[in-house]
């Protein structure tokens, strides 16, 4: 069974950073798709940035380009969010997600096209 757990939620001020850590157990995601997505109170899921455990390409959403940077650790089987510059708005309990089907780009950026979730962390950023 799939498990993802994130860690490294906190409160920042403004222009701060946060490091999210989202460790995978359960089998193998050398053919996974890892997300990240984040959810502000009354608002919908929105994708945040993706990449491909095989060949570690990158997705990211426009407004995070530039800001954030995902990354993956095969040996430690945990992908990472760098988040810097961070705003007020980044606000949001971020979730880690995962699949092993999304085979075209437009999916990846698709929260209903994720299988396995993990809990989520609160990112809180203050003005």
């Known amino acids: 069974q799939v498990q993802l757990v994130e860690s490294g939620g906190g409160l920042v001020q403004a222009g701060g950073s946060l490091r999210l850590s989202c460790a995978a157990s359960?089998?193998?995601?050398?053919?996974?798709?890892m997300g990240w997505f984040r959810q502000a109170p009354g608002k919908e899921r929105e994708f945040v940035a993706a990449?491909?455990?095989?060949?570690?390409?990158?997705y990211y959403a426009d407004s995070m380009k530039g800001r954030f940077t995902i990354s993956r650790d095969n040996a430690k089987n945990t992908v990472y969010l760098q988040m810097n510059s961070l705003k007020p708005e980044d606000t949001a309990v971020y979730y880690c997600?995962?699949?092993?089907?999304?085979?075209?780009?437009?999916?990846?950026?698709?929260?209903?096209?994720?299988?396995?979730w993990g809990q989520g962390t609160q990112v809180t950023v203050s003005s």
């Open positions: 359960g089998r193998t995601f050398s053919n996974y798709h």
């Open positions: 997600a995962a699949d092993n089907r999304l085979t075209y780009t437009r999916w990846v950026t698709d929260p209903g096209r994720y299988d396995y």
């Open positions: 990449i491909s455990w095989s060949n570690g390409k990158t």
